[in-house]
């Protein structure tokens, strides 16, 4: 496994797989990684010739009161779980080689980029989508793989190469849980084994919505009122967003459309933020 951490050593590392008529898919993290990042790793590996994922924590996605500073960094434990996973490259660029002195160029994705964690969030999104177009110019892989739990910011970045004509395909590969059935995030770490128990409530919330919804309801007021019932066994957990959307858009639903809706959740537990999903 190689670890690059300039532009140039990428370029040329993607340059010679060209050369050998290779295929590469990418798999951007922020690193701290775990089991869900390792199933995109997967699947990339099961697809492509070669594999690089890059670990960066961007700052432009992070707002001013926000965690860029605590951000869990695990470098060297992420690279010895890559190597073991049969990563081929790691892209580890610094800061100033992401954003030299005086760059003042972003990519913004208007509306959708404005709802769910991007209403949360005012400027998260637009430094998701300018660090991924940046990947993708680096890399240039034929498939990018990203984690179903991260669903606003699939639309987002799907509407991205829709609209700016980047030859990548996106990958959204199935949200991995804990045994207790939390989903798998890099800030889990921050919670105690107090707030870890209140967070499961997010994922009952979601299995009490999957089943009204299977028992034939499809308003989404009714299945909100039904999720609310559960969020509210948990007092301390605060709601950031519970809303049923179209996956693409993100555009509130007032009723189901089966095989193409989105139930999405967002709270604070304790003082660490968590999101979670299910598409029903």
Request: aromatic share 6%; charged share 25%; hydrophobic share 45%.
């Amino acid at each position: 496994m190689q670890i690059l951490t300039t532009i140039a050593e990428m370029r040329q590392a993607r340059l010679e797989l060209r050369l050998r008529r290779r295929t590469l898919g990418l798999v951007p993290t922020m690193g701290a990684l775990h089991a869900g990042h390792l199933s995109l790793v997967a699947t990339a590996r099961a697809g492509c010739d070669a594999v690089a994922v890059s670990i960066f924590v961007n700052p432009t996605q992070f707002g001013p009161n926000e965690d860029f500073a605590r951000y869990p960094r695990t470098f060297d434990a992420d690279c010895a779980l890559l190597e073991e996973a049969g990563v081929d490259f790691v892209f580890a660029p610094s800061t100033a080689e992401m954003y030299p002195p005086g760059a003042s160029t972003y990519v913004a994705v208007e509306g959708v980029s404005d709802r769910l964690d991007g209403a949360s969030r005012p400027g998260h999104f637009r430094g998701v989508t300018t660090v991924v177009s940046k990947l993708f110019n680096i890399v240039a892989p034929e498939w990018v793989y990203f984690g179903q739990k991260d669903a606003a910011q699939v639309a987002v970045l799907r509407r991205m190469v829709r609209d700016l004509n980047f030859d990548v395909e996106v990958v959204v590969c199935p949200i991995v849980r804990d045994d207790d059935g939390l989903a798998m995030s890099s800030r889990n770490r921050y919670l105690t084994p107090e707030e870890r128990r209140q967070a499961l409530v997010l994922r009952r919330t979601l299995c009490r919505i999957e089943e009204e919804a299977a028992a034939g309801i499809t308003s989404s007021a009714v299945l909100i009122d039904a999720g609310r019932a559960v969020l509210v066994e948990e007092p301390k957990v605060r709601v950031d967003y519970f809303a049923i959307v179209d996956p693409e858009t993100l555009v509130d639903l007032e009723n189901v459309n089966a095989g193409n809706t989105l139930v999405a959740v967002a709270a604070f537990v304790g003082n660490t933020r968590l999101i979670d999903n299910v598409l029903i």
